[in-house]
């Protein structure tokens, strides 16, 4: 029983008791299905959304055609949102300016006048400046509205009424594409060529068990609006439509245009002459702003990223026309263009998910011969529909046609009845067999056109009208002639949209990219000289230029010279720790020489008791001779050691007590290695017994009773060993005969030579 108060029923009695998950989760579901089907996702029949299509629709009504004056946007907005579409005005004008866009839309389905924006990514103006009309592309989408195709369905407060979908026989959904995302669900659909979807279309339509494949033959692949490349494999593409999921690379496009001698030339290579040459780029992938390409551009030169490029100069008017000029004449061009795709969105991916509503409403990814089978039933259908409303029309016509043959038969008694009977209508029906429409046709004619009634005229008109209705009637019977008609209408659409028509052009080129030179970071960067110094404290920098190494550097109180040694910029410099990590940075982001340089640990994560052991320039291909305090190691390829995070790359395994003490490049022509201990024993042993290793704690280079390894190096074995003499004379001594030291690696050794350094080092 319902409880009252004084002002009405009690409000809590309303409330229903009812899990809340249940509830959230019936709530969010309808909220879900009107996103999905009233708003984010395409309908695959028209390929609009309700907004694009109420937009149209209240064109329409507002008789805003191809050939009529333009009307404000602000009252196509008003429109829109005060007859159908309930929503902001700002989203309702966004979507109108993205259809009268030509860098939006392959095929604009609005003319505006007025600022819509342009590829620079500039907005429109406000709608009370711009004025707008449909195109004829438009006027063929919604072709048949008026001919009983579509159902008229309720606007959202039943005022009003709107189609449910556009009949004409404009392949909307993938001639213009279509973007949205939805709960749970997303649709992504570029634009294409519609003389390619015709031709796909036909040949389904010839062939409904036609192979993907065959449809591929004659449907290549995305149009963009802002042309430009799809530089994707055949076959890659043809999957991607196979499954109705994938993506394709989209490139700008490089073209000359002509050259000083009158040629032309599409490589993208302006010459200038003198040997001078500049790129420029005409074309821009599709949805990317022309003032973000740029920016991108200018920031790599500002921050020395892209040192092979000059200047960016945009030379834009109508079309588009960026300049890029190289640093010198000697840039590959090839280099700077794939340096451009890697580093900026001049190259961009554009997704395809084919994710649409079908006649059902129903979303669902289709692939391309499926979603033109579709396409193709829905067109059918709208074709019976409007073959099924025009019999009725001609019915009605007949029946019409036949009272006025009778009126005219009898021209002086239906005059006589009119002029006599206070209701003649009855009277003329019984008298002459009149229908109760022909009987009101007939008197609401005026007399002068009673007058007018011409039998032959009105026969002839009744043969055609009865010649129409037995072929459409034979249409209505057979699939076949339903197939014909459908083709011939298709065929006439193409000639709209040909190849050699300025709309129908295609634009973006389906060619697989070339193999490309190869991309390397190191090439973006300037080469000069400069010497790196590193502190014993662990502070770094690089002076410009290769200076003496044993200059007179300055260092903070209590810090000292560690390594010093001549690189160019394009040179990466490793760095072991006694840890048995190796890090890389790059010559060119090394801090100056005017300070004192930087901590490395600002740099790297570096253990705070881990000590730099060795820092010296990558060389490709070449092999370093890693040994640890105990007398184990190995040889590694250089390559192995480079570090591509900040963390560095565990090389050499260590443990309590061991850690790295040697780090040496190998010398191509170096065949032996010499070892001595902290015992002044000293080993020789060939250089094919030490293996090559990725990481480890390597082999035993020395056996030691006690102590451990003091220093090692590698050697040509017929050149002997040298040192360095004592004292300051520089003097370096050399043993030719060896070879009572060579043994097997892993021996003890024997005492080194007279004169071997008393700090058991070979090298000072």
Do not use: C
Not at 622 to 650: H, Y
């Amino acid at each position: 029983m319902v409880t009252k108060t004084e002002d009405g029923p009690d409000p809590f009695d309303a409330i229903v008791d009812a899990p809340f998950d249940a509830a959230l989760s019936e709530r969010y579901l309808v909220y879900a299905l009107s996103t999905i089907t009233a708003r984010s996702l395409p309908d695959l029949r028209d390929g609009l959304k309700p907004v694009h299509r109420r937009l149209l629709w209240a064109m329409r009504q507002l008789k805003l055609d191809p050939g009529s004056a333009y009307k404000k946007s602000a009252r196509v907005v008003g429109d829109v949102i005060g007859k159908y579409h309930p929503h902001g005005d700002s989203s309702v004008y966004d979507a109108m300016v993205r259809l009268a866009q030509d860098f939006s839309l392959r095929y604009p389905l609005v003319q505006g006048q007025g600022n819509f924006g342009n590829i620079d990514g500039d907005n429109a103006a406000a709608y009370r400046y711009t004025e707008a009309r449909l195109t004829k592309t438009a006027i063929q989408l919604m072709a048949g509205l008026d001919e009983g195709t579509v159902d008229l369905i309720p606007t959202y407060n039943g005022e009003e009424s709107e189609p449910e979908i556009f009949p004409g026989l404009f392949p909307n959904l993938l001639a213009n594409g279509a973007t949205g995302i939805a709960v749970g669900m997303a649709t992504s659909i570029p634009s294409h060529n519609v003389a390619e979807i015709i031709d796909a279309t036909l040949m389904l339509i010839d062939n409904p068990h036609a192979e993907h494949e065959q449809l591929m033959q004659v449907f290549h692949g995305p149009d963009f609006a802002t042309g430009g490349l799809v530089v994707d494999s055949p076959e890659a593409i043809s999957h991607a439509y196979e499954t109705g999921k994938g993506a394709f690379r989209v490139r700008g496009r490089f073209s000359a245009g002509r050259l000083p001698d009158g040629s032309w030339e599409d490589t993208g290579i302006e010459k200038l002459g003198a040997g001078q040459w500049q790129l420029v780029v005409t074309e821009i992938p599709y949805m990317l702003p022309k003032a973000k390409l740029i920016e991108q551009i200018a920031a790599l030169i500002g921050d020395r990223k892209l040192p092979i490029l000059e200047d960016v100069r945009d030379e834009s008017d109508e079309e588009i026309r960026l300049v890029l000029i190289p640093k010198s004449r000697n840039v590959d061009p090839e280099l700077l263009k794939e340096s451009l795709y890697r580093l900026t969105d001049l190259e961009s991916r554009f997704s395809l998910n084919l994710n649409v509503l079908d006649s059902h409403r129903t979303p669902g990814v289709l692939g391309l011969k499926l979603l033109l089978t579709e396409w193709v039933f829905s067109q059918i259908d709208i074709l019976l529909r409007r073959t099924r409303h025009r019999m009725d029309k001609i019915a009605a016509r007949l029946e019409l046609v036949g009272g006025y043959i009778i009126a005219y038969l009898n021209l002086d008694r239906i005059i006589e009845i009119i002029r006599t009977e206070d209701e003649p209508k009855p009277v003329m029906m019984a008298e002459f067999g009149l229908t109760d429409r022909q009987a009101e046709a007939i008197l609401n004619m005026r007399l002068r056109s009673l007058r007018k009634l011409e039998e032959m005229e009105l026969r002839q008109e009744r043969d055609d009208l009865l010649k129409e209705q037995e072929e459409l009637q034979k249409l209505l019977e057979s699939p076949a002639r339903q197939r014909t008609r459908l083709k011939r209408d298709l065929a006439n659409l193409r000639k709209d949209y040909a190849e050699d028509t300025v709309l129908g052009r295609r634009r973006t080129t389906i060619a697989q990219a070339a193999k490309t030179v190869e991309f390397s970071m190191d090439a973006m960067i300037e080469k000069e000289p400069v010497t790196v110094i590193f502190s014993q404290r662990g502070w770094i920098r690089a002076a410009r230029g290769h200076v003496p190494l044993d200059g007179d550097f300055k260092f903070k109180e209590g810090d000292g010279p560690a390594f010093a040694f001549h690189a160019q910029t394009t040179d990466k410099v490793l760095i072991a720790l006694d840890n048995g990590r190796f890090y890389t940075l790059g010559a060119d982001k090394l801090p100056g020489a005017r300070g004192l340089g930087e901590p490395i640990r600002t740099m790297l994560d570096i253990d705070t008791d881990a000590h730099i052991v060795a820092a010296f320039p990558y060389r490709p291909k070449s092999q370093l001779l890693l040994a640890s305090n105990v007398g184990r190691g190995f040889a590694a390829e250089a390559s192995e050691l480079l570090a591509e995070t900040r963390k560095g790359r565990a090389v050499m395994s260590t443990k309590p007590g061991v850690r790295l003490a040697i780090v040496r490049e190998i010398p191509a022509e170096h065949d032996h290695v010499a070892v001595v201990g902290d015992n002044r024993k000293l080993v020789i042993f060939s250089l094919e017994e030490l293996p090559v290793m990725a990481k480890g704690q390597g082999v035993t280079l020395q056996r030691y009773r006690d102590g451990g390894m003091s220093d090692v190096v590698t050697l040509k074995l017929e050149d002997g060993l040298s040192w360095t003499m004592g004292g300051d004379s520089g003097r370096v001594r050399v043993e030719k005969d060896m070879l009572m030291w060579k043994v097997a690696r892993g021996a003890a050794g024997r005492l080194p030579p007279n004169g071997f350094p008393r700090d058991n080092k070979f090298q000072g």
